[in-house]
């Protein structure tokens, strides 16, 4: 059987959970992301409305935004931040054709048999990561996204781990590495800056845990991190040539 699935084979319907969400996370669920500098294209990034062939229609997609941490608050944080809050990312394998090396959230596209982007985000974190959808509570979905570079309609659904297993890498073809980083690293001023691409892109990024999030990860993470009361104030204005951060952390465009 596959994951998700009954002895009949067929996997339940996922849906939103709206009850019992930690209040820490409630920025997140209710306010969509948001880019009050105005250093985040990502956000605004939205497929044609028109093409002028099937076969330059963007390909659907979704992407699975986990955060774990303890469903308390911390009161002495802000935006009650729990000390042990994280995210679940991927650094995808060197040898990919698309976004190779590249840090991102478990994801990927729509395949016949899934309900919805839930169902591809938790399908595709599990054959990635070998995460345990019981453990994972959905609880918001956002606005699609478009990634030009591999024509994908992305569609990010925010989760909270109730319930933490392991991970790991499960194909070394498809991922070199699977991380939990803590929130605490991201918020952190120190860690944050904004990359400019040879090719005239620009946008936020984060040095964390050995790599940097950049793309459209980093406009992701950005956005939400704009509403969720736990952001820190950190110098947008730090702009970074984009080959020189990939090669301080070993990677390489």
Do not use: C
Not at 174 to 192: G, K, Q
């Amino acid at each position: 059987m596959r994951e998700g699935e009954g002895h009949d084979g067929f996997r339940a319907r996922p849906g939103l959970v709206t009850e019992g969400i930690p209040q820490w996370l409630r920025g997140v669920v209710e306010r969509k992301p948001a880019d009050p500098d105005g250093i985040n294209p990502v956000l605004n990034r939205t497929a044609m409305k028109q093409v002028a062939a099937a076969a330059l229609r963007p390909r659907q997609a979704a992407v699975l935004v986990l955060f774990g941490g303890a469903v308390a608050s911390d009161p002495g944080a802000p935006g009650g931040l729990p000390r042990d809050a994280d995210v679940l990312l991927t650094q995808r394998a060197a040898t990919l054709r698309e976004h190779r090396g590249q840090v991102a959230f478990p994801g990927g596209g729509v395949e016949p048999g899934d309900h919805g982007p839930i169902d591809t985000a938790l399908r595709e974190a599990w054959e990635e990561t070998g995460l345990e959808r019981a453990g994972v509570d959905p609880i918001a979905v956002l606005p699609k996204i478009f990634v030009p570079p591999s024509r994908f309609d992305v569609t990010p659904v925010v989760a909270y781990w109730r319930t933490p297993g392991s991970v790991r890498v499960v194909s070394e073809a498809e991922a070199a590495r699977v991380a939990r980083v803590p929130l605490a690293d991201l918020i952190d001023p120190a860690n944050r800056f904004v990359v400019r691409h040879p090719l005239g892109y620009m946008g936020p990024a984060f040095a964390v845990d050995g790599m940097l999030v950049w793309g459209f990860t980093a406009g992701v993470l950005a956005g939400l991190l704009a509403v969720s009361g736990w952001e820190r104030e950190w110098d947008y204005h730090d702009v970074r040539d984009l080959q020189s951060s990939l090669a301080a952390v070993g990677m390489t465009l």
